[in-house]
């Protein structure tokens, strides 16, 4: 499966913004889909990933209860709703398929096969 992210950019601490994830290629529904980032000089860190139906999701401690992850999969596409943004967010953000079975809260960086580009986040104080 081909991934493509888009939509981030510069945004004012407390914003929101959203990134999309659109996907190609093999059965989009047959994959786990999971959000990451990265800022320099660090390692690429898991935000959150959903289920192949939607139904279940799992998110990093520093982003639930700000960040929402949800997919349509007649759209083949993975989304990343961000709201009351922090400093601290400011990262690449990629997204990422995975076709592991097995619950969404046990999938790690290694379990996802397929990445996107990346888009840049920056949240200014």
């Known amino acids: 499966v081909q991934l493509q992210a888009s939509g981030g950019g510069l945004v004012q601490a407390g914003g929101s913004l959203r990134l999309s994830c659109a996907a190609s290629?093999?059965?989009?529904?047959?994959?786990?889909m999971g959000w990451f980032r990265q800022t320099p000089g660090k390692e690429r860190e898991f935000v959150a990933a959903?289920?192949?139906?939607?139904?279940?999701?799992y998110y990093a401690d520093s982003v639930r209860g700000r960040f929402t992850i949800s997919r349509d999969n007649a759209e083949n596409t993975v989304y990343l709703q961000m709201n009351n943004l922090k400093p601290e967010d400011t990262a690449v953000y990629y997204c990422?398929?995975?076709?592991?079975?097995?619950?969404?809260?046990?999938?790690?960086?290694?379990?996802?096969?397929?990445w996107g580009q990346g888009t840049q986040v920056t949240v200014s104080s």
């Open positions: 990422a398929a995975g076709l592991r079975t097995g619950p969404v809260g046990a999938m790690r960086e290694p379990d996802f096969g397929s």
């Open positions: 290629g093999r059965t989009f529904s047959s994959y786990v």
């Open positions: 959903v289920s192949r139906g939607g139904t279940s999701t």
